[in-house]
């Protein structure tokens, strides 16, 4: 600009004339020669500069602090334990869906009045009813469950349409359990044993049921099997609905044994060898093994 009175360059301390052309700093009200016009354009200026320049330095790669990232926690993989009876449920549900149908599209006028005063046919019931009961039998395990007893629900037996009802993981090994809703009281019938073999018979009521005990033998090989040697396994059957004593009743026949819910709750909690790490591992195993039904 021009000034407008004389005036000192605050750069050169050279005399400005008035009328003579500078630079006029409004900050400072100062002004300094048109040869100083790349100068810094004042004190407060020149302070932000050097900020700005301790800023890049302090920002160099060198100077940072170094940070450490520490590994971040591993979450374990949540099993899926299954749910009980869930095999047997929609298996009930497709024979039921399948007699419907067929009945409707032989009769489409009368199909549901005949459905309505039929009942399905005992094959299919039993599904139902063997569904419930492992249904309920769930419910009352998982109330066991802890860190001492991991249970699997309705396991799948590889390339077989087989399953296993439960599976329950404790500190004395691993327990293999099919659920019945049979009536009639168990009973165990020892046939020979001086001059003939011994045979142990599983009876239910006038019932001869010994092939129970066979179907949950295959079970527990099979997840011995999984499990590897050293670790105990053992099977047990279930009965729900039976006709038991009021005292005593349960027994043990070719190493299954044979009880009512309550026994077996008591039994899973049992002290043994395992701790609750071995257990977990052996939970996941059988987990992968024996995927959900």
């Known amino acids: 600009m021009r000034l407008r009175y004389a005036g000192v360059c605050r750069v050169c301390d050279v005399q400005l004339a008035a009328k003579a052309e500078a630079i006029y700093e409004r900050a400072t009200k100062t002004v300094r020669c048109l040869e100083h016009e790349g100068s810094l354009d004042s004190p407060d200026e020149s302070e932000a500069s050097v900020i700005r320049v301790l800023e890049v330095v302090n920002d160099a790669p060198e100077s940072r602090p170094e940070v ?19 095999s047997a449920r929609r298996e009930f549900e497709r024979r039921k869906a399948k007699r419907e149908e067929g009945i409707r599209t032989r009769h489409p006028k009368l199909g549901g009045l005949i459905l309505a005063v039929t009942d399905d046919p005992q094959s299919t019931r039993a599904w139902d009813t063997g569904a419930i009961g492992e249904e309920l039998l769930g419910k009352g395990l998982d109330g066991q ?11 799948r ?7 296993i009802d439960h599976i329950a993981v404790t500190a004395h090994g691993v327990v293999v359990i099919d659920a019945k809703r049979y009536k009639g ?12 073999p011994r045979v142990e ?3 239910i009521g006038s019932r001869d ?9 295959k079970q527990v ?3 011995r099997d999984i499990v590897g040697e050293g670790v105990p396994v053992e099977g047990a059957l279930c009965f729900l609905d039976a006709d038991w004593p009021l005292f005593g ?3 043990t026949t070719r190493g299954v044994q044979v009880l009512w819910p309550k026994k077996l709750y008591k039994h899973l909690q049992q002290a043994g060898p395992l701790d609750a790490v071995a257990i977990d591992a052996l939970h996941r195993r059988l987990a992968a093994a024996l995927p959900p039904s």
């Open 68 to 86: 450490v990232v520490l590994d971040e926690p591993v979450t374990p993989e949540v099993v899926d334990s299954g749910v009980a009876g869930a």
């Open 145 to 155: 469950a802890g860190d001492t007893v991991r249970l699997l629900h309705d396991r």
């Open 157 to 163: 037996i590889p390339c077989t349409r087989a399953n």
């Open 185 to 196: 009281r168990p009973s165990l019938r020892v046939e020979g044993g001086i001059l003939r």
């Open 201 to 203: 018979k599983l009876m």
């Open 209 to 217: 049921c010994s092939k129970l005990v066979d179907g949950v033998l």
């Open 221 to 223: 090989a099979l997840v």
């Open 249 to 251: 009743g349960d027994f």
